[in-house]
């Protein structure tokens, strides 16, 4: 008799399961942390994208993705997060220690302000709700702009000014992440949430209390958007009003749709794809000998290639990339056969 | 009196946008998030037939608006209708990535210039007296255009064999499917009828004041309207655009001109938070499981 057997509790809740598991494990974090040590400056830097987007990217997937809610007003959690950080910095010279609690703090506090309505009704009302609270934030922070004399956008000072360490600390912070919604959604909250996903009513026939699961979600999805907020502050040294429109909402709804919905690797994997994709539109432009006409409108061709991929997705891949993942992994792992036996 | 002149024009303007909303709503559940770029793809359409047509305004004003309803069957055969047995969620975000998609095309094949469809029409702009205040001519065709398509909508919704079929369809999907009623082609009008009256309103702005990228901000404006009044009734949108267009102008004119952007929202979240389900707007039933 051979095979993997769980004889311990503590082996039922590992998250890492068999050697080989460790091992690639192992393998990944090595590659993860020598990174730095061999990439130019403009990888190191689309690596801090990533990372840094991979937050709230998580922090969407755990609401849109786990909990089955819409929300439109990402950018303005971004912005949030980021002009509590930008105020408190120009007002009171406030360090990263107290900058990066108070956005999360913001983004609790705005979180459970706008989620309250959506508990009134079923459906899509967070996502109208978000939608207001998107226009409120940012306009609540141009006026801030305008008002103190910052028209352009109010600089802030990163204690930290080289990549690599960013990188460092840009890692710690998406693991923490990624470590956190894994385990959240292992407990009784994340199974809530996704028994809200499945049926509402059935949820609540269940005894889930739908409202406190729902407002959880949002509280929870909006914080960690605004600690990514406050980061990205931080990273780009400079925060401005004009910086979070509808678009960058729109892509990190991209993310989570491109990705694959209800999977956080999903997220990580969308994230890598949003944030690369211009820079392969560019390289594409420039191979195709085009750029020089599409010079002008290579934001609008991003723009519509981002559509149409999401559409694509949607339409022939609503599983996303894991969805992709998975297929190959189980291509490999039956072959020669095409389906797995029927009885397991 | 100009003040009351400025809320009518404004509120026709969101009623006329506030219908798309509410027709694809109200018949299919679907929050149309991309009704924004299709009511700018609908002013290009104009933009595109009056140089097509040129010296024949009234024929590039009819092309267009057939366009626009084109494009809505388009939109529904091509995309919608995959999204049809999906869940709700899934066809919200297929609306959204529609509308980035429509976005960027738009300004690829169109370019991010403002244009200016009446001067290409043939036809100015001229400003008409109504007792001390003063009102455009294209603002008067607004509020003509919505009071219009207004009556035809309740006539078709109340009268036609059509409108009967949309409502069926809207209150109980499967039922009216057992019934005999095509579910698609119900649908597909609904999108159509929604593009065409988001498409005329778009013209009619671009006419006003330019065809530029901010229209699409103004079309998400006045989905709080159309909220306000109740996401499934058209008459809570006729009066929820009156709403938010009266506080919007009010506000703009004795407080700050800078709030026009976030007052529609901040009169939403009052609604949200004292009568969510709208002015006008059924609430909704208890969930069988």
Known sequence: MSGYFRVRYSEDFALLDTRVQKAWFAVFSIALLSYPFFANALWLDLANQVLLASIGAVALMLLTGYAGQISLGHAGLLAAGAFTTGILFKEFGASMWLTLPASAAVGAALGLIFGLPSLRLRGLYLAVSTLALHFIVTFAGGEYESRRGFSTGIVIESPLTDARHWYFVLLAAAAATLLFGLNLLRSRTGRAWRAIHGREAVAEALGINVHRAKLSAFVISSTLTAVSGCLFAYYRGFVSAEAFSLYITIQYIAMVIIGGMGSLLGAILGTVFVVLFPYVIDAATALLGIAGRLASGIFAVNYSAFGLVMILFLVFEPQGLVGLWRRMQSWFLLWPFKQRPLSR | ?289
């Open chain 2, 1 to 289: 009196m100009q003040l009351a002149v400025n809320i009518v024009v404004l509120a026709s303007i969101y009623a006329l946008i506030c219908c798309g909303y509410v027709l694809i709503y109200r018949v299919s559940r679907v929050l149309s998030l991309a009704h924004g770029e299709l009511m700018m793809l609908g002013a290009y359409g104009l933009y595109a037939t009056a140089s097509l047509f040129g010296g024949h305004p009234v024929l590039a004003v009819a092309a267009a608006g057939t366009l626009a309803f084109c494009v809505g069957i388009v939109v529904y055969a091509a995309l919608m209708w995959r999204m049809t047995g999906e869940s709700v969620l899934a066809a919200v975000l297929a609306t959204i990535a529609l509308g980035i998609l429509l976005r960027g095309a738009m300004i690829l094949v169109f370019g991010t210039q403002t244009q200016y469809p009446l001067r290409d029409l043939g036809w100015s702009n001229a400003s008409l007296a109504v007792g001390s205040a003063r009102i455009s001519a294209v603002g008067l065709a607004l509020v003509l255009a919505t009071a219009l398509t207004y009556g035809a909508l309740f006539a078709f919704l109340r009268g036609t064999r059509w409108g009967i079929r949309m409502r069926a369809a809207g209150q109980n999907p499967l039922l009216a499917a057992q019934r005999g009623i095509g579910l698609h082609g119900v649908y597909a009008l609904a999108w159509g009828l929604a593009t065409f009256t988001g498409g005329m309103a778009g013209m009619l702005i671009a006419c006003d004041a330019g065809l530029e990228g901010t229209l699409v901000v103004i079309g998400l404006k006045a989905f709080p309207a159309a909220l306000v009044g109740g996401l499934d009734s058209l008459a809570g949108a006729l009066v929820g655009s009156l709403v938010v267009s009266a506080a919007e102008v009010l506000l703009i004119h004795y407080v700050d001109p800078l709030l026009s952007d976030v007052v529609p929202f901040v009169v939403l979240l009052a609604m949200l938070a004292v009568r969510p389900w709208g002015l006008f707007g059924t609430r909704e039933e208890l969930d069988r499981v």
